[in-house]
């Protein structure tokens, strides 16, 4: 069965060093009006998210072979995720960036990256919480997970409208990752 986390905003906030370390810039280094213009930049991109997470987990032989990881050796279980700031998030990238924002483009991207990110960690610790022990968590196109798998993941696995996904397996929206998690152990 599919399920669906709606979480808080807070849950997608980044820290800013990672953030600033990720758009080039070095925290201790930077002069007031660039901090007073990132921070503005901050709150527009986090007023304008939208986050959710798709994911549904079921035992290991049920998944074709290409979406398991061969790193995960012999999991019981999987869990298979699909995480997105939302469509307005593009489109306030693209906005910034039609307009002439480059730089603001370019930081609001940035940080709408390690918002995602830091959503995908956020939900993984809670899966652990569920789950107990389990493998690193996993993005197709590392490692032996081709990136096109994500056609499946999204509209087989998952069944996710929202998101388009192309031939190259690239989702749009663009803030959109799949991820998936092994389990060794039967839920807590």
Partial sequence: MIEIF??????CLPDKRIFLARAGARYGKIDEDFIHRV???????LEKI???VYYRTCD???????VIPTTFGSIRKMTIFLSTLGSTMDELISQLIERGSTFDG??????A????????????LMLRER????????????????????????????????VTV???????PRKTTTCMVGWFDDQK
Avoid: C
């Avoid at 990256?113 to 993984?124: G, I, M, Q, V, Y």
């Fill in 6 to 11: 709606h979480p808080d905003k807070v849950d």
């Fill in 39 to 45: 921070n503005e930049l901050f709150l527009m991109a």
């Fill in 50 to 52: 939208k986050p959710i």
């Fill in 60 to 66: 290991a032989s049920a998944l074709p072979k290409e």
């Fill in 106 to 111: 370019f930081i609001v991207d940035s940080w």
């Fill in 113 to 124: 990256s390690e918002a995602l990110e830091t959503l995908n960690e956020r939900f993984h």
């Fill in 131 to 162: 789950f107990g022990e389990g493998t690193m968590r996993f993005s197709p196109g590392y490692g032996s997970v081709d990136l096109r798998v994500n056609r499946y993941i999204v509209k087989e696995f998952l069944k996710v409208d929202q």
């Fill in 166 to 172: 192309l031939e190259s397996g690239v989702m749009i």
